[in-house]
T-cell receptor
């Protein structure tokens, strides 16, 4: 959506499993972000990256990891250390004014 | 970065009524942005305000940034069912060349026909 593709749309994770959420953009934007949204709540920042091979922890980075090997890609891994991973995950890019968000991945622990 | 407080958390209106959501900060903000998220969807950028006392309009939506740059409001005139969703305010916060967007908790708008 708007040049940002998130996959999969829905993801189910078993207890103790690591899962990776994909975020790809063709907007040629430098900055990319991962947010988590819990039902009825706002967005909380997990990780962000201003340029390739560089990223910073956000407010709730524990239990998550990222990489930024290419400008177009910013995958998020939800590790088994994340005790409450069920949420809606949103990837976004920024260039100039507002953020452009992907359509999100809904992760559920089963 | 400081939190921004949004009120109300939830508003239920009849179609045709007006709606206003407020965003308040204890510190001066350099900018404020507004986003709309439809049920089941993702946030969509509406507007950014940067100047003290700035007012911008988009059709039935009016956005204001306070004189002290500590508060902002979004007003919708004559709501329609298409206005249903959650409205978030957010602001840029950055240090050392790293910038991030900090969101309020949002105001959920329900419009009954």
């Amino acid at each position: 959506d708007g040049g940002i593709t998130q996959s999969p749309k829905y993801l189910f994770r078993k207890e103790g499993q690591n899962v990776t959420l994909s975020c790809e953009q063709n907007l040629n934007h430098d900055a990319m972000y991962w947010y988590r949204q819990d039902p009825g709540q706002g967005l909380r920042l997990i990780y962000y990256s201003q340029i390739v091979n560089d990223f910073q922890k956000g407010d709730i980075a524990e239990g998550y990891s990222v990489s930024r090997e290419k400008k177009e890609s910013f995958p998020l891994t939800v590790t088994s250390a994340q005790k409450n991973p069920t949420a809606f995950y949103l990837c976004a890019t920024l260039q100039g004014g507002g953020y452009t968000f992907g359509s999100g991945t809904r992760l559920t622990v089963v | 970065g400081q939190q921004v407080m949004q009120i109300p958390q939830y508003q239920h209106v009849q179609e045709g009524e007006d709606f206003t959501t407020y965003c308040n900060s204890s510190t001066t903000l350099s900018n404020i942005q507004w986003y709309k998220q439809r049920p089941g969807g993702h946030p969509v950028f509406l507007i950014q305000l940067v100047k003290s006392g700035e007012v911008k309009k988009q059709k039935r939506l009016t956005f204001q940034f306070g004189e002290a740059k500590k508060n902002s409001s979004l007003h919708i005139t004559a709501t329609q069912t298409t206005d249903v969703g959650t409205y978030f305010c957010a602001y840029h916060w950055g240090t050392g060349g790293y910038n991030k967007l900090i969101f309020g908790a949002g105001t959920r708008l329900a419009v009954h026909p």
